[in-house]
């Protein structure tokens, strides 16, 4: 699986977007972004997984450069509960193949009233 | 369907004691996954199973650990003469098998070795 590279930390006004980056410069063809988060002391959440085109759903956007190589994920209004670590991974995806999850150290979002 | 129960939730013991964890997976996933996490970090891939099957295992999975799926629905995570290296958060997922799935996880149960 490709590596990801995103930033430790960042900060966010309650209300505003959120624009979490992530690097990855080293994708392939068959591999897919997926975005986590995990709130303190929970387990992870999954947020929205893309391959090539941009997705939305009820949580957050997903936009994927033209050339895959970095992601954006966008949470329009945040509020204090998005407070969590983000993790950006990249997976192979397949009928057959093991779909293990490889997490980075993630990047800590905090939203501030 | 609740989603995917651990438990216990904590479990603090005693140094070359065994513990066993319990994971109850989202009922028509067939992909099991264990991963553990320390403070910090985030979580690392132990092993997985499709339905019965263990068909993965880390390296970080030492002959300590044991993982086992047998009706191919709840699995248990053994962990036997514990070291205090074993402190963790043990989390389990579950999964469709397919092209592009998502897998759900659950709370964790965060093993304290004293």
Redesign the interface.
Known sequence: DAKTTQPPSMDCAEGRAANLPCNHSTISGNE?V?WYRQIHS?????II?G?KNNETNEMASLIITEDRKSSTLILPHATLRDTA?Y?CIVRV???TS?????????TQLTVNP | DTGVSQNPRHKITKRGQNVTFRCDPISEHNRLYWYRQTLGQGPEFLTYFQNEAQLEKSRLLSDRFSAERPKGSFSTLEIQRTEQGDSAMYLCASSLQGLSTEAFFGQGTRLTVV
Do not use: I, K, M, N
């Open positions: 897919y997926y929970q387990g992870p959440q999954y997984h391959l670590v993790y995806a397949g009928e093991g779909s293990r999850l490889t997490f980075g150290e993630g």
